[in-house]
Every structure is written in structure tokens, then in C-alpha cells.
């Protein structure tokens, strides 16, 4: 089935620095990716999605592009803020109609003014 | 608003006994998924649904029950059989290939 590797954190940056988290995906054709952000104490939240290869989801700063040459969808920011500190994962759904979402592990990033 | 609602945000649960958490949506999506997530954790798959009367077990199905009686909701039971039930609980829907919607979560822990 499908399933997606995420960068272990936790992760530590100080305020305006450049942020990466990898993903890497392993699929059955090409499903739309996710990537999720949870603030403390809440539900996930849809941060961007790709729905195809090649496509770039963009929000909030935030982008992400879909590339199947190297199975990858990394997360990054150019300048991030103490308000981004959030846990962040990286998903996709499982194939064959299957309505499940196979989810990351998890990043826990945390900004340091 | 559309959106799905869980109830109780903070639930306290007394050893044996079984209590149930409350998802709703009004976003006419088929499939409902309950997760659990652990401290510093990832989330794990529970039970999901993809259509009325019909749900499937996820990854970790033991000690817990759900139903799927009306489109709208999907309630979780946590029964005393889940020796470890203290954790946070998430609900969620989807329609088809689209993204997934999350409720706010509830805190469940044992006393």
C-alpha cells in the first residue's frame, strides 16, 4: 500500500530562518499529497495538497511541490515565524479506491524568537 | 459553517467503565475516520466508515466501537476492554480524493 517517511524531529529554528521538512512517498500511481498542521491542544488542519505530479501547493507562506522523479514532497518556508511552531505531517490517501489516509509520523517544529 | 464537531473536548473516564465520544458533520462527506494520538506521537487509525452501516477497523480497533446509523455521525465508544485509554482522540471525514476535514479533538483521560 501506499505509505509516506517523514523528518524525524523535533525540530528547532530561530525566528526568519529557511525551513525544510522532508517527505518521501512511496505509491500506487500518483495521489494527491497532503501536509497537515496541528497547533497544540487542536485538530489537524489542511495546510496545502498537491493534486498532481509537478504541482506546487503554496499557503501561507508555505510550499510544497510534488515531484515523482523523486518521489518527494518537502514542506518549506523561506522565512519562519514564532507562530509557525507547530507539529506538521505529511499524508496521502491509499490506493484502489481505498478511502483511507496514510499519515506521517510527525515533525514538531518550534521557533525561537 | 460547514464543519465537524466533537463533544466532549475533556473527557474523564473511571476504570470498567465505558464512555462515548461524539463526532458530527455537516459536510455531507462519506467516509468518517476516528484516530488516536499519544503524546508526541503520530496518529493511529481506529475504525473508519465510507458509507452508512458500514465501518471497517483500522490499525488498532481493540477495546473500541463504533457505529455509522446516520451519514452525519460517527461516534466512538472506548470500552473497558482498552487497557490504556488515556489519550487524545481525533475525528475525521473526507469526500472521496479530496483532502481530509479534522474535529478539535478530544482530551479522554482515566481516573
Known amino acids: 500500500g501506499n505509505s509516506v517517511t517523514q523528518m524525524e524531529g523535533p525540530v528547532t529554528l530561530s525566528e526568519e530562518a529557511f525551513l525544510t521538512i522532508n517527505c518521501t512517498y512511496t505509491a500506487t500511481g500518483y495521489p494527491s499529497l497532503f501536509w497537515y498542521v496541528q497547533y497544540p491542544g487542536e485538530g489537524l488542519q489542511l495546510l496545502l495538497k498537491a493534486t498532481k505530479a509537478d504541482d506546487k501547493g503554496s499557503n501561507k507562506g508555505f510550499e510544497a511541490t510534488y515531484r515523482k522523479e523523486t518521489t518527494s514532497f518537502h514542506l518549506e518556508k523561506g522565512s519562519v515565524q514564532v507562530s509557525d511552531s507547530a507539529v506538521y505531517f505529511c499524508?496521502?490517501?491509499?490506493?484502489?479506491?481505498?478511502?483511507?489516509?496514510?499519515f506521517g509520523t510527525g515533525t514538531r517544529l518550534t521557533i525561537i524568537p | 459553517d460547514g464543519g465537524i464537531t466533537q463533544s466532549p473536548k475533556y473527557l474523564f473516564r473511571k476504570e470498567g467503565q465505558n464512555v462515548t465520544l461524539s463526532c458530527e458533520q455537516n459536510?455531507?462527506?462519506?467516509?468518517m475516520y476516528w484516530y488516536r494520538q499519544d503524546p508526541g506521537q503520530g496518529l493511529r487509525l481506529i475504525y473508519y466508515s465510507q458509507i452508512v452501516n458500514d465501518f471497517q477497523k483500522g490499525d488498532i480497533a481493540e477495546g473500541y466501537s463504533v457505529s455509522r446509523e446516520k451519514k452525519e455521525s460517527f461516534p466512538l465508544t472506548v470500552t473497558s476492554a482498552q487497557k490504556n485509554p488515556t489519550a487524545f482522540y481525533l475525528c475525521?471525514?473526507?469526500?472521496?480524493?479530496?483532502?481530509?476535514?479534522f474535529g478539535q479533538g478530544t482530551r479522554l483521560t482515566v481516573v
Open positions: 459536510l455531507n462527506h462519506d467516509a
Open positions: 499524508a496521502l490517501p491509499s490506493p484502489f479506491g481505498n478511502e483511507k489516509l496514510t
Open positions: 475525521a471525514s473526507r469526500h472521496r480524493n479530496t483532502e481530509a476535514f
